[in-house]
T-cell receptor, first 112, second 113 residues
Framework: ELKVEQNPLFLSMQEGKNYTIYCNYSTTSDRLYWYRQDPGKSLESLFVLLSNGAVKQEGRLMASLDTKARLSTLHITAAVHDLSATYFCAVDLYNAGNMLTFGGGTRLMVKP | SQTIHQWPATLVQPVGSPLSLECTVEGTSNPNLYWYRQAAGRGLQLLFYSVGIGQISSEVPQNLSASRPQDRQFILSSKKLLLSDSGFYLC????????????FGSGTQLSVL
């Protein structure tokens, strides 16, 4: 059974600071996705990482994937209040349904 | 371009009542379709997925069922709702090939009272 664990579960940080969210998964996969969810809203795709060593950047967010360590990171640079949201990573299983298994989410609060 | 529609946005139902949530996708054909549930403040749990018309796979034993009567239509149902069925239900789709991200609908907040 695939398990996907994120940490921390909750993160409160000041604007302008840097921080990293970690996503560990328990089985072989080289496809990992990051999503953002605002309160009461649906999920918005942020990054798709499809190979070992993949790195994607968008604004103040940068995601990377290490398939050997079964680890992905989402790095936040110089955080701003607008980044406050819950962030989910999800890992793909190689099966007929092409299912994504989600981590428990990291709730990020950026304080002015 | 592809779009996904999910309704209703909010639903309050008494225990024991039936449920029907509908999801449709436009602008693509033969998508993989998914129903996820999110409990308050929690992660997403996959409930059902479908790779084609009439093909439904369930990930967890539960009080719910799903159907795919048409290629781009996915329905989540229950004959009798339980309190534990409350949550945020999300429909999602992706292309049938590999390496494709999930696109989510806007979600349905279901409260069973």
């Amino acid at each position: 059974e695939l398990k996907v664990e994120q940490n921390p579960l909750f993160l409160s940080m000041q604007e302008g600071k840097n921080y990293t969210i970690y996503c560990n998964y328990s089985t072989t996969s080289d496809r990992l996705y990051w999503y953002r969810q605002d309160p009461g809203k649906s999920l918005e795709s942020l990054f798709v990482l499809l190979s070992n060593g993949a790195v994607k950047q968008e604004g103040r967010l940068m995601a990377s994937l290490d398939t050997k360590a079964r680890l992905s990171t989402l790095h936040i640079t110089a955080a701003v209040h607008d980044l406050s949201a819950t962030y989910f990573c999800a890992v793909d299983l190689y099966n007929a349904g092409n299912m994504l298994t989600f981590g428990g989410g990291t709730r990020l609060m950026v304080k002015p | 371009s592809q779009t996904i529609h999910q309704w209703p946005a909010t639903l309050v139902q008494p225990v024991g009542s039936p449920l029907s949530l509908e999801c449709t996708v436009e602008g693509t054909s033969n998508p993989n379709l998914y129903w996820y549930r999110q409990a308050a403040g929690r992660g997403l749990q996959l409930l059902f997925y479908s790779v084609g018309i009439g093909q439904i796979s369930s990930e967890v034993p539960q009080n719910l069922s799903a159907s795919r009567p048409q290629d781009r239509q996915f329905i989540l149902s229950s004959k009798k709702l339980l309190l534990s069925d409350s949550g945020f239900y999300l429909c999602a789709w992706r292309f049938g090939g590999l390496d494709e991200k999930l696109f989510f609908g806007s979600g349905t907040q279901l409260s069973v009272l």
